[in-house]
């Protein structure tokens, strides 16, 4: 099994089997869809587990709020996502790529992307717990993109500008696309 797979199969709370590993994938796709229909706002544990087909009290086993449900269905797509974006020999090109590509995760999917930027910020231990994943993923990206022995300023100074980024994007100050371009702007200023 790959790093990705075994990643995805293992829950925020515990390792899942087979059949668990489908049930909460079928949450993890229903709540897309419900996002979609309904926003963040509006959606519920409860939505997502009848879209899904299943119980209620089965969904709160994986998750344990709609925040922990939409920070878990980013990890899956960041974790999912191809890394190196590039294998340019330039490292500016490979981190403006890495940045862009993280960023570009939920572009497509206006509800989804807002939905990521307020789950992110919660409070729930479980949403806690992924955000100190995704971080360790993007900051590892970060490292990666720029090669061996990088400033540790200069990765730190990234990984502000990308969750600065996220923050804007999810408050509605430009599109995902448009956010991604300023990260790369700022990201040459930064690199240069």
Do not use: C
């Not at 229903?30 to 409860?46: D, N």
């Not at 190196?84 to 992307?113: C, F, H, Y």
């Not at 502000?160 to 408050?171: E, I, N, P, T």
């Amino acid at each position: 099994m790959s790093e990705p797979d075994s990643v995805i199969l293992e829950a925020t709370r515990r390792r899942l089997s087979g059949k668990q590993a489908d049930t909460v994938d079928k949450l993890t796709r229903s709540a897309v869809e419900v996002l979609a229909r309904e926003g963040f706002a509006g959606m519920t544990i409860r939505m997502v587990a009848a879209a899904a087909g299943v119980g209620t009290a089965t969904a709160y086993t994986y998750f344990s709020s709609k925040e922990h449900l939409v920070a878990e269905i980013f990890w899956r797509r960041l974790i999912s996502a191809p890394s190196p974006a590039s294998e340019d020999a330039d490292p500016t090109v490979r981190v403006i790529a890495e940045l862009r590509n993280i960023a570009m995760l939920v572009a497509d999917e206006q509800e989804l992307s807002g939905a990521v930027t307020s789950a992110l910020l919660g409070r729930d231990p479980d949403v806690e717990h992924l955000r100190g994943r995704i971080g360790t993923e993007i900051r590892k990206r970060i490292i990666r993109a720029l090669g061996p022995d990088p400033d540790p300023d200069v990765v730190e100074s990234l990984e502000l500008l990308y969750a600065g980024a996220l923050v804007r994007a999810g408050m509605g100050y430009g599109s995902y696309s448009e956010i991604a371009d300023r990260i790369e702007k700022s990201a040459l200023l930064i690199l240069n």
